[in-house]
């Protein structure tokens, strides 16, 4: 049906059908037959509302959702996981699909977004869906910083979120089902990493 969109493609296959009993009509009219005069006429001139359908029932350009991706991710037999690794990405996937949209197609995400949502993190308090149960990651985050909480999940919790859904979409471009990943790169600074490296140097 030349789309990938299982929607779009119902669409033209009911196009598809009447084009084809046009034909048969048409085939019966030229061998003297009985013809239905309305599958007759329905090609000779585009119907009124044809153009307006197009526009307002576009293919989706977009293709697979956010939530449909992480799935797919999750589901790929040719990686091996550990149950330790996936219960990592699940408790990943949880978070971010509610921050930028479980329906949000994958290559609407723009960079500015996933930015946006390194904010949300950033005022995520420890134990967020203990404390908040009723409340989303970004109504979380939103009351956090007018609370001016300091009880916040550090950068290494931020980096590890980041780092999974970098991991999600570099398997999308892989598969072809993304041109690139937004979230290429990103990560907050890390004090305890910092220090870390300092004593690393002094102790050289």
Same mark, same amino acid.
């Given at each position: 049906?030349?789309?990938?969109?299982?929607?779009?493609?119902?669409?033209?296959?009911?196009?598809?059908?009447?084009? $084809?009993?046009?034909?048969?009509? !048409? %085939?019966?009219?030229?061998?003297?037959?009985?013809? /239905?005069?309305?599958?007759?006429?329905?090609?000779?001139?585009?119907?009124?509302?044809?153009?307006?359908?197009?526009?307002?029932?576009?293919?989706?350009?977009?293709?697979?959702?956010?939530?449909?991706?992480?799935?797919?991710?999750?589901?790929?037999?040719?990686?091996?996981?550990?149950?330790?690794?996936?219960? %990592?990405?699940?408790?990943?996937?949880?978070?971010?699909?509610?921050?930028?949209?479980? /329906?949000?197609?994958?290559?609407?995400?723009?960079?500015?977004?996933?930015?946006?949502? $390194?904010?949300?993190?950033?005022?995520?308090?420890?134990?967020?869906?203990?404390?908040?149960?009723?409340?989303?990651?970004?109504? !979380?985050?939103?009351?956090?910083?007018?609370?001016?909480?300091?009880?916040? !999940?550090?950068?290494?919790?931020?980096?590890?979120?980041?780092?999974?859904?970098?991991?999600?979409?570099?398997?999308?471009?892989?598969?072809?089902?993304?041109?690139?990943?937004?979230?290429?790169?990103?990560?907050?600074?890390?004090?305890?990493?910092?220090? %870390?490296?300092?004593?690393?140097?002094?102790? $050289?």
């Amino acid at each position: 049906m030349g789309t990938d969109s299982p929607t779009v493609a119902k669409r033209r296959a009911l196009r598809v059908a009447a084009q $084809i009993e046009h034909e048969f009509e !048409i %085939a019966r009219s030229r061998v003297g037959l009985n013809v /239905d005069p309305i599958m007759l006429e329905a090609f000779t001139e585009p119907a009124p509302f044809a153009a307006a359908a197009s526009v307002a029932e576009p293919e989706e350009p977009n293709g697979i959702t956010l939530s449909d991706l992480y799935d797919a991710y999750m589901d790929d037999p040719t990686r091996d996981w550990s149950p330790t690794t996936r219960m %990592a990405y699940q408790t990943t996937k949880r978070l971010v699909v509610a921050i930028l949209g479980a /329906d949000t197609p994958v290559r609407s995400i723009s960079r500015s977004q996933c930015r946006e949502m $390194i904010e949300v993190l950033r005022w995520q308090p420890r134990n967020a869906s203990k404390l908040f149960p009723k409340l989303t990651p970004i109504e !979380i985050a939103e009351r956090a910083k007018a609370e001016g909480r300091t009880d916040l !999940i550090n950068a290494a919790n931020i980096n590890t979120y980041l780092n999974k859904l970098g991991g999600v979409l570099n398997w999308a471009v892989k598969d072809e089902l993304l041109d690139s990943n937004t979230a290429q790169g990103l990560c907050v600074p890390d004090p305890t990493e910092r220090s %870390a490296n300092r004593l690393t140097l002094i102790t $050289i």
